[in-house]
């Protein structure tokens, strides 16, 4: 598992880091570019994303609250108040 001239637990050492963190980052980069069989970061961060969705209280992306250029906060969906 040696791409250049540093091992991945030379790496590891060179930045503070542990072996098995390295190591799971080059074998999700072979994944990623086709060398290696398993899940890529996108497949494996669809199912997360769909877990977030649909959380219990989540708010739709781009109907939460936003900052007006006051910033003040408002709904992004309808915003402000109603004539009345």
Do not use: H, I, K
Not at 13 to 24: E, Q, W
Not at 55 to 66: L, S
């Amino acid at each position: 598992m040696r791409r250049g001239d540093r091992s991945a637990g030379q790496v590891a050492r060179d930045f503070d880091l542990a072996g098995t963190a390295v190591r799971d980052r080059v074998r999700q980069a072979r994944v990623d570019a086709g060398e290696r069989e398993g899940l890529t970061s996108a497949e494996r961060e669809e199912p997360a994303a769909l877990r977030r969705e649909n959380r219990p209280g989540a708010v739709p992306e781009g109907r939460g609250t936003t900052l007006t250029s006051a910033g003040s906060r408002r709904r992004a969906a309808g915003g402000g108040r109603r004539a009345g």
